[in-house]
């Protein structure tokens, strides 16, 4: 008789832990969507921060002093919080991250256009115009480009200490795009 209620209790306990994963997964699912929403040049994304509205993205060509070919996006950047911001693509940093023939490439330098100088900080409700540059491979040739777009979100009483904070990133769009060889 013993042994007949260890089997079930054994049992009914794994059962309910089947039902808890699988109830998981689901909420999981829902909360962190595994394929982003897919934008075009023109269209607004929320970061949690920031919204960023890509404008258009261009090969500059090598300098003649030397520098390797770099790619230029330009972006409109929001601050959507009530303060100024000096993370504006959260911290750690997750600016847009571009990929090359499945291979990511470093993170971009962001210049302000208004004045060619490195965004310190963005102020609240201030929408500005940035470049993002990324230096690309020597040998790589003009073609298809994906960027992904990632959101931070904002708790305002996280559980560990009860206070507002802005916790992990999650993918919020994706782009898809091509470039042709101008020469």
Same mark, same amino acid.
């Given at each position: 008789?013993?042994?007949?209620?260890?089997?079930?209790?054994?049992?009914?306990?794994?059962?309910?832990?089947?039902?808890?994963?699988?109830?998981?997964?689901?909420?999981?699912?829902?909360?962190?969507?595994?394929?982003?929403? =897919?934008?075009? %040049?023109?269209?607004?994304? *929320?970061?949690?921060?920031?919204? #960023? !509205?890509? +404008?258009?993205?261009? @090969? $500059?060509?090598?300098?003649?002093?030397?520098?390797?070919?770099?790619?230029?996006?330009?972006?409109?950047?929001?601050?959507?919080?009530?303060?100024?911001?000096?993370?504006?693509?959260?911290?750690?940093?997750?600016?847009?991250?571009?990929?090359?023939?499945?291979?990511? =490439?470093?993170? %971009?330098?962001?210049?302000? *256009?208004?004045?060619?100088?490195? #965004? !310190?900080? +963005?102020?609240?409700? @201030? $929408?500005?115009?940035?470049?993002?540059?990324?230096?690309?491979?020597?040998?790589?040739?003009?073609?298809?480009?994906?960027?992904?777009?990632?959101?931070?979100?904002?708790?305002?009483?996280?559980?560990?200490?009860?206070?507002?904070?802005?916790?992990?990133?999650?993918?919020?769009?994706?782009?898809?795009?091509?470039?042709?060889?101008?020469?």
């Amino acid at each position: 008789m013993l042994r007949r209620l260890r089997v079930r209790l054994v049992t009914s306990a794994g059962v309910a832990a089947a039902l808890l994963f699988g109830l998981w997964l689901k909420v999981e699912d829902a909360r962190a969507p595994k394929d982003p929403p =897919l934008i075009v %040049p023109g269209q607004s994304v *929320d970061l949690g921060r920031v919204e #960023l !509205t890509p +404008l258009s993205l261009i @090969l $500059a060509p090598p300098a003649q002093d030397g520098q390797p070919a770099r790619l230029l996006m330009q972006v409109r950047l929001l601050n959507l919080t009530g303060e100024s911001q000096t993370a504006v693509f959260g911290f750690p940093p997750h600016p847009p991250e571009l990929t090359i023939n499945d291979v990511a =490439l470093p993170e %971009p330098e962001v210049i302000l *256009d208004r004045d060619d100088a490195p #965004l !310190t900080q +963005l102020h609240p409700r @201030l $929408a500005e115009q940035v470049t993002l540059i990324w230096q690309v491979p020597p040998d790589w040739q003009p073609g298809p480009l994906a960027l992904m777009f990632h959101r931070q979100t904002f708790k305002l009483k996280d559980n560990l200490y009860g206070q507002s904070s802005w916790l992990q990133f999650q993918p919020a769009a994706r782009m898809a795009l091509t470039l042709e060889d101008s020469s």
